[in-house]
T-cell receptor
Framework: DGGITQSPKYLFRKEGQNVTLSCEQNLNHDAMYWYRQDPGQGLRLIYY???????QKGDIAEGYSVSREKKESFPLTVTSAQKNPTAFYLC?????????????FGDGTRLSIL | AQSVTQPDIHITVSEGASLELRCNYS??????LFWYVQSPGQGLQLLLK??????LVQGIKGFEAEFKRSQSSFNLRKPSVHWSDAAEYFC???????????FGKGTLLTVNP
């Protein structure tokens, strides 16, 4: 079955450490997204990518970095500059540029600070 | 800029009762609207979507939503709630040119037996 795989499901970060969250999709979707979810805050967009080798900052990009070297992969790095990284991170993808196509979501990664 | 408001943070209903979750959006042109559901510790699952045409749209799990342009609303309804419907529900609007969805802050649904 096609879908989006996020790994790991749980991740712990030490102070001053960078960590990378994996997102892989086999839906052949062009666009991919990273969201951060905090209780009572809904979903906030961190970064998005419409095509390979191109990505744009979302609403809360500070302290995060991404790459899009392959169509199926869009890893997110939470850097030490992100002072409050504890959250639930969701990756999503969409088939193309048409606005009437929904985003499909992975099952998320929960990041906590040790 | 587009925005979405879900006025109810938490709703509790009894199993078998009807349900309506409210969603108001702000967008200058015809919006593309979505409802998603999230179970604890899981990702978001698409319930239904509205793009154009019939203003009453049917979704999965017995849900429906009605688009009312005059009220800038897209409320989600279900005639009889099941215990398995307990989850968090998110309304979203997509109307820009940069493929961004704007989400409401969600409504947590509790179902009493």
């Amino acid at each position: 079955d096609g879908g989006i795989t996020q790994s790991p499901k749980y991740l712990f970060r030490k102070e001053g450490q960078n960590v990378t969250l994996s997102c892989e999709q086999n839906l052949n979707h062009d666009a991919m997204y990273w969201y951060r979810q905090d209780p009572g805050q809904g979903l906030r967009l961190i970064y998005y990518s419409q095509i390979v080798n191109d990505f744009q900052k979302g609403d809360i990009a500070e302290g995060y970095s991404v790459s899009r070297e392959k169509k199926e992969s869009f890893p997110l790095t939470v850097t030490s500059a992100q002072k409050n990284p504890t959250a639930f991170y969701l990756c999503a993808s969409r088939i193309g540029q048409a606005l009437n196509q929904p985003q499909h979501f992975g099952d998320g990664t929960r990041l906590s600070i040790l | 800029a587009q925005s979405v408001t879900q006025p109810d943070i938490h709703i509790t209903v009894s199993e078998g009762a009807s349900l309506e979750l409210r969603c108001n959006y702000s967008y200058g042109a015809t919006p593309y609207l979505f409802w998603y559901v999230q179970s604890p510790g899981q990702g978001l699952q698409l319930l239904l979507k509205y793009f154009s045409g019939d203003t009453l749209v049917q979704g999965i799990k017995g849900f429906e939503a009605e688009f009312k342009r005059s009220q800038s609303s897209f409320n989600l309804r279900k005639p009889s709630v099941h215990w398995s419907d307990a989850a968090e529900y998110f309304c979203a609007v997509d109307g820009g040119s940069n493929y961004k969805l704007t989400f409401g802050k969600g409504t947590l649904l509790t179902v009493n037996p």
